[in-house]
Antibody, heavy 118, light 106 residues
Framework: QIQLVQSGPELKKPGESLKISCKAS????????MQWVKQAPGKGLQYMGW????????TYADDFKERFVFSLETSASTAYLQINNLKNEDTATYFC???????????WGQGTLVTVSS | DIQMTQSPPSLSASLGDKVTITCQAS??????IAWYQQKPGKAPRLLIR???TLESGTPSRFSGSGSGRDYSFSISNVESEDIASYYC????????FGGGTKLELK
């Protein structure tokens, strides 16, 4: 079965960096782009962008063009989200997600909670 | 990026009510709008895609309509299991979620 398994929760200080992983299984990793979604505590879903798993080319939504980096380790069927120069407002759960059929977000990781606090 | 303005942010309904949520896009999205339901601690679930096509397993009390920039989503005969947050998503150009609507019981 298709699974997206993300790395565990993170507690960071402002100004630090972190890298979240999303390991895919149950399908050919390079057949589908990987998307990233942010959800701040008690808030809505925010689309961050996607990475082409064949070429490695990332596309970022406007709010995520600074400090956010999508990358891949194709041999390990893993996508990464790196956040640099962390700010308090980066405190959120971050999801990786993949489309399926006609569903733009058919499969989701379990989410990674990132807490930024001094 | 396309902006999606969703309203209302919250909704209070009694069981059996009909409720409607609207989303307005900042430009024509050619009916490429989907509606998701999210319950606490869970990933969102697709209910409706391409404006009005019910996903398999979506009860018929859910419906969607619209065109151009303006879209709506309705639940007729609200049931207790419908208490959740709802999000529109445009997928015509990249993706953008609406701000969400939290449906609560009156």
């Amino acid at each position: 079965q298709i699974q997206l398994v993300q790395s565990g929760p993170e507690l960071k200080k402002p100004g630090e960096s972190l890298k979240i992983s999303c390991k895919a299984s149950g399908y050919t990793f390079t057949d589908y782009a990987m998307q990233w979604v942010k959800q701040a505590p008690g808030k809505g879903l925010q689309y961050m962008g996607w990475i082409n798993t064949q070429t490695g080319k990332p596309t970022y939504a406007d709010d995520f063009k600074e400090r956010f980096v999508f990358s891949l380790e194709t041999s390990a069927s893993t996508a990464y989200l790196q956040i640099n120069n962390l700010k308090n407002e980066d405190t959120a759960t971050y999801f990786c997600a993949r489309r399926g059929g006609y569903n733009p977000f058919a499969y989701w990781g379990q989410g990674t909670l990132v807490t930024v606090s001094s | 990026d396309i902006q999606m303005t969703q309203s209302p942010p919250s909704l209070s309904a009694s069981l059996g009510d009909k409720v409607t949520i609207t989303c307005q896009a900042s430009q024509n999205i050619n009916k490429y709008i989907a509606w998701y339901q999210q319950k606490p601690g869970k990933a969102p679930r697709l209910l409706i895609r391409y404006t009005s096509t019910l996903e398999s397993g979506t009860p018929s009390r859910f419906s969607g309509s619209g065109s151009g920039r303006d879209y709506s989503f309705s639940i007729s005969n609200v049931e207790s299991e419908d208490i959740a947050s709802y999000y529109c998503l445009q997928y015509d150009n990249l993706r953008t979620f609406g701000g969400g609507t939290k449906l609560e019981l009156k």
